[in-house]
T-cell receptor, first 108, second 116 residues
Framework: TQLLEQSPQFLSIQEGENLTVYCNSSSVFSSLQWYRQEPGEGPVLLVTVVTGGEVKKLKRLTFQFGDARKDSSLHITAAQTGDTGLYLCLGVHRQLTFGSGTQLTVLP | NAGVTQTPKFQVLKTGQSMTLQCAQDMNHNSMYWYRQDPGMGLRLIYYSASEGTTDKGEVPNGYNVSRLNKREFSLRLESAAPSQTSVYFC???????????????FGEGSRLTVL
């Protein structure tokens, strides 16, 4: 069974601050995805990273896949209230493994 | 664009009752999935269907059954509900089996089930 640990579990910050969310495993993944989920809705894909060391930027969000393809990070610059939500990583390799999620609250 | 539609959105059951959660997708996707989401535990796969006519167990299949009725529809049945099955259930679909390198999962809005 592949495990994917996400940290922190909860994060509450002020608007304008920066933050990083981590997703770690002892297993190697073919690819890793990040999803965001808002209350009452299903998760929505933000990005897929495939290559070890890959960095992808989506406006103020920067995603990185570890060189060994065992870990990933999501960095948000100058957080906005609209970034509030549950962030989930999903490791892909023969099976799909979701992390436990990071609940982000951005306060005005 | 409907995407993935789940019904019902809310349901309260008594222990031992049975019910079926319905899911339909209009994206002509081959693969469909049922997940449950519990606080602090992320999403756990119950069953999936790689293609029409096939179903396979996921991580937590006990107490559930599924039917891939056709390419569009994938239902989840609880034969004898237990309080431990209180959860939010999500149906998802993907063009190909999501274990393919970059397969994206499209989720429904969820069905909140409470078993008393």
């Amino acid at each position: 069974t592949q495990l994917l640990e996400q940290s922190p579990q909860f994060l509450s910050i002020q608007e304008g601050e920066n933050l990083t969310v981590y997703c770690n495993s002892s297993s190697v993944f073919s690819s890793l995805q990040w999803y965001r989920q808002e209350p009452g809705e299903g998760p929505v894909l933000l990005v897929t990273v495939v290559t070890g060391g890959e960095v992808k930027k989506l406006k103020r969000l920067t995603f990185q896949f570890g060189d060994a393809r065992k870990d990933s990070s999501l960095h948000i610059t100058a957080a906005q209230t609209g970034d509030t939500g549950l962030y989930l990583c999903l490791g892909v390799h023969r099976q799909l493994t979701f992390g436990s999620g990071t609940q982000l609250t951005v306060l005005p | 664009n409907a995407g993935v539609t789940q019904t019902p959105k809310f349901q309260v059951l008594k222990t031992g009752q049975s019910m079926t959660l319905q899911c339909a997708q209009d994206m002509n996707h081959n693969s469909m999935y049922w997940y449950r989401q519990d606080p602090g535990m992320g999403l756990r796969l119950i069953y999936y269907s790689a293609s029409e006519g096939t179903t396979d167990k996921g991580e937590v299949p006990n107490g559930y059954n599924v039917s891939r009725l056709n390419k569009r529809e994938f239902s989840l049945r609880l034969e004898s509900a237990a309080p431990s099955q209180t959860s939010v259930y999500f149906c998802a679909s993907s063009e190909v089996l999501a274990t393919a390198l970059t397969g994206e999962l499209f989720f429904g809005e969820g069905s909140r089930l409470t078993v008393l």
